[in-house]
């Protein structure tokens, strides 16, 4: 079934944009400049932002790397937001953004460098009467945070200038540890210089339109909130499948593995989204405290209940592709999971008995990050029998939000097939980002960037929700360290992952939703 399109005027959406606040005059300091997170996705983010009119007047950017670029950065800035944000702008429309943004060489190690940075500093407010106001954005790995912080704490550029709308906030890119211990201690790290409300810990999948629009669907409609419970609800499945490898990072991934990259984080925010009880308000505080109960009433998770893959040779598009163990830079015989599928139990009023099946993984069948929502069969089924020509029974409803690609949800239900007989048949009705509003939805770091400026913390991660989600995975990554896989690669590239994952389900009655 097709989307009914919305048709929206210029006008409305500057009238709905206009109730957006812009933020305060403010410069963007983003240490990484010279990495590929800068030039695919913050630069491209922030041009897009200044098109579309919600950056404030007096802005700037000022780009902080080791390398030595001051000559050729506006190059590489300008190709990144042609290539990274999908747009063939002209040199003269590209130049009031160009012209904001400036480039300023260091060791981020050497204290010295930061008394030049802060005077730096000095000389853009004056000339783009940004007031003082920053957005540090850590874009570096993680071994290089405890350094920035501190130097920017000790050279006093974490409080900001007295009096009314005047701030300093810090932007986290995610791994925020490595598992709890490390977690805690990076906290403690990070709170010595900055206080909680000044910290923005970044996930990206935040920012896009579905994950946002899950509390929408759940809270903005009367029909579906009702039967958002064990009640009625069979399981919910989370996928978050890449048809990519590695891509070189091979050193960074040895010491993640799929828990770490993309579950304790990603994964876990999606089914907090799904999980959590109606806030109080829409508050920072208000959402991050009911997300928090949400992991804490997860029971621990028991190693039986969880299965891990890595993959091998295989096909992916059509195309050969090698082994994780082929991969350059990893170990001939490593244990690190490429693939982790996982039966959790929430035991809360809401959601006891219903289980949450998650998998994520790499070198999978094809790129879908999806949830879904099964629901329990009618208790009296009058139309058995009566299924249309081919079907496999009445298959039960499904809500199904896609994240990412093509974002949208859709609602699988029986209807009538048309004729002289009473034969049915499943159908689905379609929401699309792209369809329903004629535009495909932003780059989620537009939003997180915005609402970092802005001071909102609702879609960023806090230290209690990033502790909490360590405190259930560290355990399993400790249980996994301590019992090798033998069969490691257990599934070839260009699948859906080891049949052990889809036994674990076949052990509960179930299957993994057909992507």
């Not at 989204?273 to 029971?299: C, G, L, T, Y």
């Not at 929700?465 to 360590?470: D, K, L, P, S």
Request: one cysteine or more.
């Amino acid at each position: 079934m097709s989307t009914t399109q919305v048709n929206i005027s210029p006008e409305a959406m500057k009238a709905s944009q206009s109730l957006e606040r812009r933020p305060d005059p403010c410069i963007v300091v983003i240490f990484g400049a010279s990495g590929d997170l800068t030039k695919r996705k913050l630069l491209p983010a922030l041009y897009h932002l200044e098109q579309s009119g919600f950056l404030p007047e007096n802005f700037a950017v000022l780009g902080v790397a080791r390398r030595s670029l001051e000559t050729t950065f506006p190059a590489d800035m300008k190709d990144g937001i042609i290539k990274g944000g999908g747009v063939d702008e002209t040199e003269a429309k590209l130049a009031p953004f160009v012209d904001r943004v400036q480039y300023y060489a260091m060791n981020f190690d050497d204290d010295a460098a930061y008394e030049g940075l802060k005077k730096k500093l000095a000389e853009m407010d004056e000339k783009f009467g940004t007031k003082a106001n920053r957005l540090f954005y850590l874009a570096v790995a993680p071994e290089y945070f405890s350094d920035i912080v501190s130097y920017l704490g000790k050279h006093e550029m974490n409080k900001p200038v007295e009096g009314a709308n005047h701030w300093v906030r810090t932007v986290i890119e995610k791994p925020f540890g490595h598992d709890l211990e490390s977690a805690r201690a990076l906290n403690d790290e990070v709170n010595k210089v900055f206080d909680e409300h000044q910290i923005f810990r970044i996930d990206h999948y935040l920012g896009k339109e579905t994950v946002q629009n899950i509390l929408v669907f759940r809270f903005a409609n009367g029909i579906f909130e009702h039967v958002w419970n064990r009640n009625y609800i069979d399981h919910v499945e989370i996928t978050a499948a890449e048809s990519i490898g590695i891509e070189g990072r091979g050193p960074f991934y040895e010491g993640a593995g799929a828990l770490r990259d993309v579950v304790q984080n990603h994964v876990m925010e999606l089914l907090s989204f799904v999980a959590m009880e109606p806030p109080v308000s829409f508050e920072a505080d208000a959402v991050r405290n009911e997300k928090v109960k949400v992991w804490k009433a997860i029971q621990p998770i028991h190693p039986a209940d969880t299965v891990r893959g890595q993959y091998g040779p295989g096909n992916v598009d059509g195309k050969p592709a090698i082994g994780y163990r082929q991969e350059d830079r990893v170990h001939p015989r490593s244990q690190t999971e490429t693939y982790a599928a996982l039966r959790l139990e929430i035991e809360n009023w809401r959601w006891a008995g219903v289980p949450f099946y998650i998998r994520a993984g790499k070198r999978l069948a094809k790129r879908v990050t999806e949830i879904t929502i099964q629901f329990k069969q009618p208790p009296l089924l009058l139309f058995k029998g009566h299924e249309g020509k081919g079907a496999e029974g009445i298959k039960p409803n499904v809500i199904s939000m896609r994240i990412q690609p093509d974002e949208g949800i859709a609602l699988r239900f029986a209807a009538k097939v048309p004729g002289p007989n009473m034969s049915m048949s499943s159908v689905n009705m379609n929401f699309s980002y792209a369809d329903a509003f004629g535009a495909s939805s932003a780059n989620g770091y537009e939003r997180l960037l915005l609402d970092a400026m802005l001071g909102d913390g609702t879609l960023f991660a806090h230290r209690d929700g990033v502790e909490a989600t360590w405190s259930l995975i560290t355990p399993l990554l400790e249980a996994w360290a301590k019992d090798p896989v033998k069969d490691f690669p257990n599934y070839a590239a260009g699948t859906w992952g080891p049949a052990a994952s889809d036994a674990m389900l076949k052990s509960d009655g179930r299957k993994w939703r057909k992507l």
